[in-house]
């Protein structure tokens, strides 16, 4: 007996894949930028679109990426180096939560996720710049990651919802 499975590679696979290397490349491409407030609200745009286009678990693998990113390159200095773990898991939250909540009031949703972001890095970075960190850099660290992650995780919501209603009107009218 053969025991050979054969791959099928079907349209909706073909998209579907099309789609999550899209939104890759973006979470990949934007802390080229070397800027928080154009960076930080397009990642969050990026998650809140994955979570919507390609699902939750697809999404969280998105959200794993531009924090890395953002080290290796400079985007992200090199004192919040032990930041980056919370960071990610705060992207987690921030998917994690849109996607539960979506599909009752997505700007509800896109609140709630952004404050259970915002609230998780703030204290996790107090926690860990006062293990880590000089005092006068620690203070710059935690300013960093407060009420700036709140505004660029709320304006990547914003831009989400404006990049998913340019899409579901341009398919709507090449779809008649």
């Not at 099309?18 to 070397?34: D, S």
């Not at 609200?41 to 990426?65: C, D, E, K, Q, S």
């Not at 924090?67 to 960071?87: D, H, N, Q």
Request: charged share 10%.
């Amino acid at each position: 007996m053969n025991n050979e499975q054969a791959l099928t590679i079907n349209r909706s696979n073909i998209i579907a894949s099309t789609k999550f290397i899209a939104l890759i490349g973006v979470a990949t491409i934007v802390p080229l930028f070397h800027q928080q407030l154009i960076t930080g609200p397009i990642v969050n745009a990026t998650l809140f679109v994955a979570t919507i286009i390609i699902g939750t678990r697809a999404g969280i693998l998105v959200g794993l990426i531009p924090s890395v990113i953002a080290l290796s390159i400079g985007t992200l200095p090199v004192p919040l180096a032990p930041m980056v773990p919370y960071i990610m898991l705060s992207n987690v939250i921030l998917i994690l939560t849109f996607g539960y909540l979506k599909n009752k009031n997505y700007w509800l949703a896109v609140g709630v996720a952004s404050f259970f972001k915002f609230i998780f890095l703030f204290v996790t970075s107090l926690v860990v710049t006062d293990l880590l960190l000089k005092k006068e850099l620690a203070e710059s660290v935690i300013i960093m990651l407060s009420y700036p992650q709140l505004l660029t995780a709320l304006a990547g919501g914003v831009l989400a919802s404006l990049f998913l209603g340019y899409c579901k009107n341009y398919c709507s009218k090449n779809n008649q």
